[in-house]
């Protein structure tokens, strides 16, 4: 069976650029996939193939088991897609503006004013609400065409990046707007330049480059793979290092980086905090001072460097120094 959003081998070119080629996604039923990938990647260029805005040059997709190629008309109502469909008019206020997309979706009146109410709560659009949206600044407008999405659920949905340019209580209402809708059943494909925002959301994430996907999996499949964690340490003396490294050895899994400048040791490691803490007691016992030690776990960001390839060139020590310099 395939989800409720599924594409296969989706090609599209525009003129020498290839920016989506040969994309397979599946998205099961009430999931949440977290579309990551560097600028120009080919997400919203995904995201806009799936909602039948383009059409691909080959490859087949099928959106809440619609067939996107053939029954564009018929995805399109199955689906949200923020800041599309969403269009904001500037004379109507706040409230108006969501009360407007309900009634267009067939809500009763009392019903369009009151989903319009809740959501202008959830997003703090509360005072504004009966303001011309004219009269809104950047972040106002944007939370406004979120809500405007948001105020049928649709089986499923799209959103391209959308929280870029919220601030963090802004994005964490839409996080939790968006839990509840996965909650009930909407399934939603996410882009996002914020890793902690996948991390946070995405069942699945699918990191895609150059139009092609290089990884997916779960977040902490992503992180396993790109190396586990660490135990990096800073001795106080600097002639405690090759102590250090023979205290250490048999905790590590091989693979020491020694970074003699700033008296760092780093040590990967599987076994978490309880680990770190015998760590801690054999160093005192064999004497060896510290001014510093703490475990490292991958973050989302080191796995999207490593697979994107901005350190790609550079070795495991360098990759160790970037992690240890954050
Ligand atoms: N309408 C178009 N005409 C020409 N080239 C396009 C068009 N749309 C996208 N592209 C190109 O396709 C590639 C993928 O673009 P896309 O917008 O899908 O990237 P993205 O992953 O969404 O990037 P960003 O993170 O910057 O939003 C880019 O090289 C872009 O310049
Ligand atoms: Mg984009």
């Known amino acids: ?38 600028n120009g990647a080919g997400k919203t260029t995904a995201v806009r193939v799936l909602t039948t805005l383009i059409r691909p040059d080959r490859g087949k997709a099928v959106v809440a088991g619609i067939d996107v190629l053939k029954k564009p008309n018929e995805v399109r109502h199955a689906i949200g897609l923020s800041g599309q469909f969403a269009a904001v008019d500037e004379y109507l206020t706040g409230r108006e503006n969501l009360s407007m997309v309900g009634r267009l979706y067939q809500m009763s009146s009392r019903d369009a004013k009151s989903r319009a109410g809740e959501l202008l709560e959830r997003f703090n659009l509360a005072d504004a609400a009966d303001r011309p949206a004219k009269t809104y600044s950047g972040g106002m407008r944007r939370r406004l065409d979120l809500a405007a999405a948001l105020v049928v659920s649709p089986p499923v949905m799209f959103m391209d990046e959308p929280t870029t340019g919220l601030d963090p209580r802004n994005r964490q209402a839409l996080w939790e707007v968006i839990q509840e809708l996965v909650a009930g059943g909407t399934t939603l494909l996410l882009t996002t330049q914020y890793l902690e925002e996948a991390d946070h959301l995405a069942h699945d994430i699918c990191v895609i480059d150059h139009g092609k996907v290089i990884a997916r999996g779960t977040s902490d499949q992503l992180k396993a793979r790109t190396g586990g964690e660490r135990v990096e340490l800073v001795v106080h003396e600097r002639e405690h290092i090759p102590l250090a490294v ?23 490691v599987s076994g978490g905090a309880r680990l770190l803490a015998e760590v801690i007691r054999e160093l005192d016992t064999r004497g060896i001072e510290i001014d510093d030690i703490g475990l490292r776990r991958p973050t989302l960001d080191d796995v999207f460097i490593s697979l994107t390839g901005h350190v790609a060139e550079a070795g495991e020590e360098t990759r160790e120094q970037e992690g240890a310099a954050t």
């Open 1 to 38: 069976m395939p989800g409720a959003i599924y594409a296969e081998g989706l090609v599209k070119t525009f003129g020498d650029v290839t920016a989506l080629d040969g994309v397979d996604l599946d998205v099961p039923e009430g999931t949440v996939l977290g579309l990551l990938g560097p």
């Open 246 to 268: 023979e205290v250490m050895r048999p905790f590590g899994k091989g693979g020491f980086t020694v970074e003699e400048h700033t008296r760092k040791v780093i040590v990967p």
